[in-house]
């Protein structure tokens, strides 16, 4: 157990919907980063939070959005989806700001029908 | 644009014998992580090595980053069927980006 909590464990969602996912990262942890891992693409990178504020984007789509609240737990909304989206999501939190040794959450199993 | 590559994608390999996988980046980057997966599974970090040339070992895993930092290894000695995974490289450039590889598969049969 990382420590790194995310719900849904799955979700099953239609084209065109939007859904969001949650992320508690590890007690004292202040980065959150965001992973989309599909079997044609790999383990993407998708955006880092930092004690709420965005830190750094990797290949994110216009489509897909993040926040980090006050009390540093993390959602990733994705909205107008597409069957392409279908993917495991994961979180991953970090203590500090650089992006050193990440703890990664079980993920969210994304499904778009 | 910029690539983590691995390989081999996939490896087989007896109880008992070596393995290595070869991360390789078209650019430069400031540092590598090796992740291990397991089947069903999230990424759990191993190691990162952030200097030139670094190599650091695990026990029975040797992790070596290249002098040109464009490229990293990861060596497993006499492999277990608990080493059973997919293990990537990721690192960043020095554009602040980050990426992973894009990981080896290892089966060990008993």
């Known amino acids: 157990d990382s420590g790194v909590t995310q719900t849904p464990k799955h979700l099953i969602t239609a084209t065109g919907q939007r859904v969001t996912l949650r992320c508690s990262p590890r007690s004292g942890d202040l980065s959150v980063y965001w992973y989309q891992q599909s079997l044609d693409q790999g383990l993407q990178f998708l955006i880092q939070y930092y004690n709420g504020e965005e830190r750094a984007k990797g290949n994110i789509l216009e489509r897909f959005s993040a926040q980090q609240f006050p009390d540093l737990h993390s959602e990733l909304n994705l909205s107008s989806l597409e069957l392409g989206d279908s993917a495991l999501y994961f979180c991953?939190?970090?203590?500090?700001?650089?992006?050193?040794?990440?703890?990664f959450g079980p993920g969210t199993r994304l499904t778009v029908t | 644009g910029q690539q983590v590559m691995q390989i081999p994608q996939y490896q087989h390999v007896q109880e008992g014998e070596d393995f290595t996988t070869y991360c390789n980046s078209s650019t430069t980057l400031s540092n590598i992580q090796w992740y291990k997966q397991r089947p069903g599974g999230h990424p759990v970090f191993l190691i990162q090595l952030v200097k030139s040339g670094e190599v650091k070992k695990q026990k029975r895993l040797t992790f070596q980053f290249g002098e040109a930092k464009k490229n990293s290894s990861l060596h497993i000695t006499a492999t277990q069927t608990t080493d059973v995974g997919t293990y990537f490289c990721?690192?960043?450039?020095?554009?602040?980006?980050?990426?992973f590889g894009s990981g080896t598969k290892l089966n060990v049969k008993p």
């Open positions: 990721a690192g960043d450039d020095n554009f602040n980006k980050f990426y």
């Open positions: 991953a939190s970090s203590e500090r700001q650089v992006r050193e040794e990440q703890y």
